[in-house]
Structure formats: C-alpha cells, structure tokens
C-alpha cells in the first residue's frame, strides 16, 4: 500500500459493506490511506479494495480478522502496524446485531456480542494506541442510540454498546493528550440484514414518527460525522455525536 497526498492512514473494522464501506469510501476521499478490516466477507472486502485502488492506486489493503477471538486482534494490529507504521486514525465499527429476547440469552450470545461490540475494540485500541500517538492520531467508536435508549429484546446488545460509549470517554482520558477518542451514535440508518420482530422496514412509520426530521438517515451521514471528528476535529475528544435525525429527542 503507497503513499497518498496527505500520508494519513486509517483502519476501518468491518468495512467490507454498509456503514462501514461508506466510511472507508469517505475517508479514501479525504486523501487516506486505508486498511479495510472484514471478517467473513472477502467478496465485499475485494470489490471494495478494487474500487478504491482504481480510483488512487495502491492507496488500499485489506485485512481478515475475527474480532471475537484474541489471536486474531493481535495478528490485525500487527498487520497495520507493518502495513502502516503510524496510523493516524481507527474506526472501530465492527458489530454483531441481533435479538435477545430475556429468559432465552445464552452464554455463547452474551460473549458473541459483548466481544464483537465491546472487547474486540478495547483491545484493538490498546494493542494500536502508541502508533496512534506517534501522529497525534485519533479513534471513532461507532455506537448506538441504543446505548442510552432500551431496544426491546435487544438488551445484551445494548449493554455492549453502553460500554463502548463508556470505553470512548475512558479512553479519551486514558490516552490524551496524544490520541483523541469520539463516537458516534447513530440513529435509523439502515434496517438490520435479517429483521425482526421489533426492528426493520415493517416498523419505519412508527420509528420516524419518533424522529424529529421524519426520515431515514443514510450510510453517508455517519461517513462524513467519522471524517469530521477523525481528522477535522482537533480540539474535541470525549465526545459521543449523535446522527439520529433528532430521535434522542423523544
């Protein structure tokens, strides 16, 4: 992977598809280098890499990593550390999303999302905070409005999120005044792959009526609220932005 115009250099986790590709199409604009993290979506990954690296060559890579288990994040931070000596920024965006009605959570559910929205992250961060710190650099949580509003039968889900806001306000503490850490919450952006009972396209009259703006928000707003509090954005840390069209309102 060479070197683009600004030499600044950004890891995105689960960035082959959705919100995450966005991001990664988002700060490629921006002039980044970036590191397109996917678990088991290689055919996203690739067409993604491909479609970056055609617009600017070489300026793309892309990494597999299971974030749930702990040998995998070390083998990713030392890939972007050999790949990318002094990352400036990390988006931790890597998710599992799914229901967990009370009376049926399991143990394997509770450690699937807790490691896929909260562990995964911390430990990446830790193992990624001196290259990091070496360019006065930056992290991005991707959150949840969740983490402060109760989804019902998503509960496990929402305490994993409600630590991952904790975890950006410890962290941007932990590691100033070297790294900046901020997340982003946001709000009705795109219904779940596989819906459910009380979340998905069946629901959206009643959720937007919620929603101070009446409208879906889209991948795009959260790419550019990452590029905003990545790299614009010198003199905030500590902060959770909300990208929800006003639904924290409610």
């Known amino acids: 992977m060479g070197n683009s115009s600004s030499g600044r250099v950004a890891l995105v986790t689960g960035a082959a598809h959705r919100i995450g590709a966005?991001?990664?199409r988002e700060l490629h604009r921006a002039g980044c280098r970036v590191l397109i993290h996917y678990r088991s979506s290689a055919a996203g990954a690739q067409q993604l890499l491909r479609e970056l690296n055609a617009v600017r060559p070489d300026s793309c890579a892309a990494v597999q990593a299971d974030l749930?288990?702990?040998?995998?994040?070390?083998?990713?931070?030392?890939?972007?550390?050999?790949?990318?000596?002094?990352?400036?920024?990390?988006?931790?965006?890597?998710?599992?999303?799914?229901?967990t009605p009370l009376g049926n959570v399991?143990?394997?559910?509770?450690?699937?999302?807790?490691?896929?929205?909260?562990?995964?992250?911390?430990?990446l961060?830790?193992?990624?905070?001196?290259?990091?710190?070496?360019?006065?650099?930056s992290i991005v949580n991707?959150?949840?409005?969740h983490a402060d509003i109760p989804l019902p039968q998503h509960t496990v889900y929402a305490m994993a999120k409600a630590g991952l806001a904790m975890m950006t306000r410890a962290l941007a503490v932990e590691l100033g005044p070297s790294v900046r850490?901020?997340?982003?919450?946001?709000?009705?952006?795109?219904?779940?792959?596989?819906?459910?009972?009380?979340?998905?396209?069946?629901?959206?009259?009643?959720l937007l009526a919620q929603t101070a703006l009446k409208r879906m928000g889209t991948?795009?707003?959260?790419?550019?609220?990452?590029?905003f509090l990545g790299l614009e954005a010198p003199y905030v840390t500590g902060q959770i932005l909300a990208v929800d069209g006003g639904r924290n309102l409610y």
Not at 106 to 123: M, P, S, V, Y
Not at 142 to 145: A, G, L
Not at 219 to 227: C, N, S, V
């Open 142 to 145: 991707i959150v949840d409005i």
């Open 106 to 123: 399991t143990d394997a559910q509770w450690n699937e999302l807790f490691d896929a929205n909260l562990k995964g992250a911390f430990f």
């Open 22 to 24: 966005a991001i990664a």
């Open 125 to 137: 961060s830790q193992a990624l905070a001196p290259a990091l710190a070496r360019r006065q650099g």
């Open 219 to 227: 991948p795009e707003d959260i790419a550019g609220a990452a590029r």
């Open 68 to 99: 749930c288990r702990a040998n995998d994040v070390r083998e990713l931070a030392a890939q972007a550390w050999a790949l990318a000596p002094g990352l400036d920024l990390l988006v931790n965006n890597a998710s599992a999303f799914y229901a």
């Open 181 to 206: 850490v901020n997340g982003i919450a946001p709000g009705a952006i795109l219904w779940p792959e596989q819906p459910n009972a009380v979340l998905g396209a069946a629901h959206a009259d009643a």
